[in-house]
């Protein structure tokens, strides 16, 4: 009874009856799904009911990354999609994206990809 009690105090109480959700697998969806929103340890552990150091945690033994790296890799990548896939102007790829600035955003996405967001762009649109 206290683990089910303790399941849906944290929202895991939203699976299928008899279905423990993980509570990394919990962290990595938030953040998947609430990415382009600002993220911290204490943002996500209080809308989960964790801990912000168990985020963290959580974040490394799941992914193998800490919880700021891995957000910025799935917004790195999200931006990458919306760059091969629109030609929206790269601050609002950026801005929807949650990164704060366009230069914030070009190093964190050369430091991912290896390369400029605009530099991808001209590759992925054919133009040399």
Do not use: W
Request: charged content about 10%; some cysteine; hydrophobic content about 40%.
């Amino acid at each position: 009874m206290l683990s089910l009690l303790a399941a849906l105090a944290r929202g895991q109480g939203t699976s299928a009856p008899g279905e423990y959700v993980q509570p990394a697998d919990s962290v990595i969806a938030f953040i998947q799904t609430h990415y382009a929103e600002p993220l911290t340890n204490q943002s996500i552990g209080a809308a989960l009911g964790y801990h912000p150091n168990y985020i963290n945690r959580l974040t490394v033994l799941h992914t193998g990354q800490s919880l700021h790296r891995y957000l910025m890799t799935v917004r790195v990548h999200r931006a990458l999609d919306l760059i091969q896939s629109t030609r929206q102007p790269l601050s609002l790829i950026a801005q929807s994206c949650g990164f704060q600035s366009g230069a914030h955003f070009s190093r964190c996405f050369k430091a991912v990809m290896g390369a400029s967001p605009s530099a991808f762009r001209t590759d992925s649109s054919g133009e040399a």
